[in-house]
């Protein structure tokens, strides 16, 4: 059986910006390394020992990660070096293809690490977001023209500049790329719902493009749980569940699915056995309470919505997959491996199988490659993709040229 990997991460080698990115902005925001030494607890009947730690990234002046304390740094360092080989693997394509050979994955969607928390962070401007998405695009379409039917490029959007984002969407359109990512969070003061966004998803979804809501822990913006903790611990139990779900709500609320009923997300990384409890609750309490307060946007249950028009990841081994099947049905289930981080390295796709014994043989077969397909593969011919360039496009930059016209004028971030 083939496995379509929806979650395949690869690492930035840290000499690419340099390269990439525009010239000037990089000389005023460089990303860097910091060298960092820190003194070690204490153990019974042992002085403290000072130890250096892996360097961690600055973007310009600021820290590339939030919340990111000597302890961490310390834990973090000791806890990637069992993963040094497989995040050297995903520097480089052929390396990445090599690791996804010996794990029997035919396919995978390949997403950032570090390009996510540059460009989303929230105290860089908004020039510099853009450039760095800018950036590391040009730098994965080199990735992954080593072998473009196997390493399928997931585009980078900057939310910080709403006006950029119809020319952002261009490029990903040209590059005949099928997907974006997009941080699940509330980013430059804007939710995923904002009306600053309403052309960005109808251009979207008039050129089928699937949009990836992936978030991650300890980045420098608004991600749920940041205002009460600073533990790591606390942050990732919070950070990938519940912003998904937010990010559902905020969509929803909005009218982005009621206006899109063909636009595609895809929920990364935060398991599944969210979807039944959250899905029940908008269904039977939230959405009943006050119906003419949400009846421009939400005209069914959001059930509905998310069962039409969304897609999520399931974690090997969580329980409940009977439920969450029972509710949306197992053709909306993707299988991620999220190689090559350290969060995920007990979840081994060898024994993918044995792992999800309670499903049949026909959904497991969907889950881990159809569905994955009919979520990031637009169903184009040849002929197809060849008009799509020299007509779809340039109808896309004659949307550019009436984005005010139509949007009214956005405010600068």
């Known amino acids: 059986m083939i496995l379509y990997d929806s979650d395949r991460h690869l690492i930035e080698p840290i000499e ?206 608004s991600t749920v749980g940041s205002d009460r903790f600073h533990s790591r611990f606390a942050l990732h139990a919070c950070s990938h569940p519940m912003e998904a779900q937010m990010a559902f709500v905020s969509l929803l609320e909005s009218g982005v699915f009621e206006r899109h009923p063909q636009l595609k997300f895809g929920f990364l990384e935060a398991g599944a056995s969210w979807v039944p409890h959250w899905l029940w609750r908008l269904d039977h309490i939230c959405f009943p309470e006050f119906p003419t307060l949400v009846n421009d946007n939400i005209k069914m249950r959001p059930s509905a919505y998310f069962k039409r028009q969304c897609w999520v990841t399931l974690e090997l081994g969580e329980p409940c997959l009977r439920d969450v099947i029972n509710v949306i049905g197992h053709k909306k289930l993707l299988f991620g491996s999220d190689f090559p981080h350290p969060d995920h390295q007990q979840f081994l796709a060898l024994d993918i199988h044995k792992q999800l014994n309670e499903l049949t043989e026909l959904e497991c077969m969907d889950i881990l490659e159809n569905n994955a397909r009919d979520f990031y593969e637009t169903k184009m011919s040849a002929m197809e993709v060849e008009e799509h360039d020299k007509v779809e496009v340039q109808g896309v930059e004659n949307d550019m040229l009436s984005t005010d016209l139509l949007e009214g004028t956005f405010d600068d971030v």
């Open 16 to 221: 690419i910006w340099e390269e990439y990115v525009d010239k000037d902005i990089f000389n005023q925001f460089p990303l860097h390394l910091i060298d960092e030494i820190v003194e070690s607890p204490s153990v019974k009947g042992a002085c403290n020992q000072i130890q250096p730690v892996l360097p961690t990234y600055a973007i310009g002046p600021f820290p590339l990660l939030f919340h990111w304390g000597s302890a961490l740094k310390l834990a973090s360092s000791q806890r990637n070096a069992l993963s040094v080989e497989q995040r050297k693997k995903a520097m480089t394509a052929i390396e990445q293809l090599n690791s996804m050979d010996a794990a029997n994955i035919q396919v995978a969607c390949i997403l950032p690490t570090f390009a996510m928390y540059i460009v989303n962070h929230a105290l860089i401007p908004a020039e510099v977001s853009l450039a760095y998405a800018d950036a590391y695009n040009r730098w994965l379409k080199f990735y992954c023209q080593t072998d473009p039917i196997r390493l399928r490029a997931v585009g980078l959007i900057s939310r910080h500049q709403p006006q950029s984002l119809v020319m952002q969407l261009t490029k990903v359109i040209k590059n005949n790329w099928t997907s974006i990512i997009l941080r699940p969070e509330v980013i430059a003061k804007r939710s995923l719902g904002h009306s600053d966004y309403n052309l960005f998803w109808a251009m979207a979804e008039r050129y089928n493009i699937a949009i990836v809501i992936h978030g991650g822990t300890n980045l420098h913006a």
